[in-house]
T-cell receptor, first 111, second 113 residues
Framework: TQLLEQSPQFLSIQEGENLTVYCNSSSVFSSLQWYRQEPGEGPVLLVTVVTGGEVKKLKRLTFQFGDARKDSSLHITAAQPGDTGLYLCAGARDSNYQLIWGAGTKLIIKP | DAMVIQNPRYQVTQFGKPVTLSCSQTLNHNVMYWYQQKSSQAPKLLFHYYDKDFNNEADTPDNFQSRRPNTSFCFLDIRSPGLGDAAMYLC????????????FGQGTRLTVV
């Protein structure tokens, strides 16, 4: 069974603080994707990382793929209330339509 | 803008009354998916189509069916909704395999009364 363990499951912090969300697995993935979902909406793809060790930045968000392509992290700098939402990581493998999902991190940024 | 559109956004149905949810895409992607999502949990894949080839997940109840009459449209039919089927239903697309990510619609919130 390919599991993606996502942590923490819930995080509530003050505006301006930094945070990191982790996704870990014992399996190798061809890519790791991060999605953000607001209440009542569908997930929105933020980034896909495909190369071991890859780092991608999206404004205040930094995504990293582990060297062995088994884990990934999302770091948010100076969090803002607009970052509030459910963050989901998902792993993909070649020749497979199935995404392996983490349990999600519910993030609340308090003004 | 190219996108995935789901209708309706909110659907209320009676226990046991068949209901159909629809999804359309302008991305011209080969693959369309239906997911079920409950209370801030990860989405659960019900089935997917690669073009017209239908692929059912092993644990998807028989109560759930799907149709894809053409590249752009896909439907989710729930033959006899139960209270446990109340959830957010998400349609998604991908060009081919999901390695580069999937594109989701806004979802349909289904309530069963």
């Amino acid at each position: 069974t390919q599991l993606l363990e996502q942590s923490p499951q819930f995080l509530s912090i003050q505006e301006g603080e930094n945070l990191t969300v982790y996704c870990n697995s014992s399996s190798v993935f061809s890519s790791l994707q991060w999605y953000r979902q607001e209440p009542g909406e569908g997930p929105v793809l933020l980034v896909t990382v495909v190369t071991g060790g890859e780092v991608k930045k999206l404004k205040r968000l930094t995504f990293q793929f582990g060297d062995a392509r088994k884990d990934s992290s999302l770091h948010i700098t100076a969090a803002q209330p607009g970052d509030t939402g459910l963050y989901l990581c998902a792993g993909a493998r070649d020749s497979n339509y199935q995404l392996i999902w983490g349990a999600g991190t519910k993030l609340i940024i308090k003004p | 803008d190219a996108m995935v559109i789901q209708n309706p956004r909110y659907q209320v149905t009676q226990f046991g009354k068949p209901v159909t949810l629809s999804c359309s895409q302008t991305l011209n992607h080969n693959v369309m998916y239906w997911y079920q999502q409950k209370s801030s949990q990860a989405p659960k894949l019900l089935f997917h189509y690669y073009d017209k080839d239908f692929n059912n997940e092993a644990d998807t109840p028989d109560n759930f069916q799907s149709r894809r009459p053409n590249t752009s449209f896909c439907f989710l039919d729930i033959r006899s909704p139960g209270l446990g089927d109340a959830a957010m239903y998400l349609c998604a697309t991908s060009r081919d395999y999901t390695i580069l990510g999937a594109f989701f619609g806004q979802g349909t919130r289904l309530t069963v009364v």
